[in-house]
């Protein structure tokens, strides 16, 4: 076999071989002119029929292909027009250059699997490329990926807000809370957002919904109204917990205020963290400190009973144990004088139905902190995103959602 025989066949293009002395290596630039094999025929690039001529040829071309030696590779070639009896004259289809492209297919999916592992301005340094185009490149990518995911029945789904950039930017994210993992999202929180997605997501995806998680924000409860009939409203335990951490930091801050001429204001300032964490995992000189607080101020040592006393409505073993809890804890909180304590007891009434849904399905929305981790990690590796399509396909990437590339290259021989 000779050498230009040899690289063909490592070239790996069916029906085109590499020219006579047809390798050009400079600086970190290598240069591979190719030309058709005699005998191949032609594709029309519109409707894939075979031609057995060419109508004319391109001015030679040029387009980046997979790395070779350590080097930057070019394929050089003169692309064919075809006549076609049903499209007319176009330039002909190949099988590893897509229409108008400057890279190759396998150099895209290269491209693409290195955007998975490093940000996209560190892939276009790494490869000499304007960073427009990877960004284009890895988007395209994803984007297959995506409608090659077999979209399956979610029975449990949980609804969540992520900050997308400063100045109060929201989108609201759907996860499969059983498979853990995002399944979609629309940019901003309202009503008509959510609304949005779920007349897109389908009557038949929303008929097989058994409950759904969420926080007591009422765009989000509206909505699951209108269009998830069928599914249970749960509302979720940690955010029950946060407005119950409200709470008492609210107290705190107001006996804090009130104690600044009197006896125990150096004491209760700094102290904020002491009252959020459980009792026990306060060290012993924590604990201490807290029971100094409490023998001094009597508010405070109301709202913290309440608070660690509350630790046991989730501890309830059915509905109907939780709420008899709930009524009693809620009454308690009226009866305190405490003006927070009093507030979070009308609201846990008002939605006390979603959250003793929690009993029945027993499904929160933990999956969807995990996943906000890593969404930050990932604004942060590549300093924000002004695409939120972009930034969605990189958040379902990111969570296992999109197929494997390698088999979505197998399942679909046209990548």
Excluded at 26 to 37: K, N
Excluded at 203 to 219: E, F, I, N, R
Excluded at 387 to 392: A, C, I, P, S
Aim: hydrophobic fraction near 35%; glycine fraction near 8%; proline fraction near 3%.
């Amino acid at each position: 076999m000779s050498q230009g025989q040899l690289i063909s066949e490592l070239l790996g293009l069916q029906g085109w071989e590499v020219m006579a002395d047809g390798v050009e290596i400079g600086g970190e630039d290598v240069v591979i002119s190719i030309v058709r094999r005699e005998g191949t025929g032609y594709r029309c690039q519109v409707c894939g029929q075979g031609q057995l001529w060419a109508y004319d040829h391109q001015p030679m071309r040029r387009v980046r292909d997979f790395p070779v030696w350590g080097r930057r590779c070019w394929l050089e070639f003169r692309p064919a027009r075809v006549r076609c009896p049903q499209c007319g004259v176009h330039v002909e289809g190949l099988d590893w250059l897509e229409p108008r492209e400057g890279q190759t297919l396998r150099y895209e999916r290269y491209v693409s699997v290195l955007c998975g592992l490093m940000p996209a301005l560190d892939v276009a340094a790494f490869e000499g490329l304007d960073k427009n185009t990877v960004y284009r490149i890895d988007r395209k990518w994803l984007a297959r990926r995506k409608a090659l995911r077999w979209e399956r029945p979610v029975r449990y789904l949980g609804i969540d807000e992520i900050a997308v950039r400063k100045g109060h930017r929201y989108a609201t994210l759907f996860y499969d809370l059983h498979r853990r993992e995002v399944i979609g999202g629309v940019l901003g929180r309202e009503e008509k957002a959510v609304n949005r997605f779920l007349r897109r997501w389908g009557k038949g995806a929303c008929s097989q919904v058994k409950a759904v998680c969420t926080d007591l924000w009422s765009a989000y409860h509206n909505s699951v109204k209108r269009y998830l009939k069928e599914a249970t409203v749960v509302f979720d335990k940690f955010h029950v917990y946060g407005y119950l951490s409200e709470a008492i930091d609210r107290v705190r801050r107001d006996e804090q205020n009130r104690a600044m001429k009197e006896q125990g204001y150096a004491l209760i300032k700094g102290t904020r963290w002491l009252w959020l964490k459980s009792r026990n995992k306060l060290k012993r000189k924590q604990r201490q400190t807290l029971d100094e607080i409490m023998a001094l101020n009597k508010n405070l040592h109301k709202a913290y009973l309440l608070k660690e006393d509350f630790d046991d409505f989730y501890a309830c073993e059915n509905r109907e144990e939780a709420e008899a809890f709930l009524k009693q804890w809620t009454r308690r909180c009226t009866r305190s004088g405490l003006y927070p304590f009093k507030q979070l007891a009308r609201r846990l009434n008002r939605w006390k139905e979603g959250i003793l849904a929690y009993f029945e399905h027993r499904i929160t929305n933990a999956v969807s902190e995990g996943i906000n981790n890593k969404i930050k990690v990932l604004k942060r590796r590549s300093y924000g995103f002004h695409d939120f399509h972009y930034f969605l396909l990189k958040i379902m990437d990111a969570t296992g959602a999109l197929p494997p590339l390698n088999s979505a290259i197998a399942n679909n021989p046209q990548f």
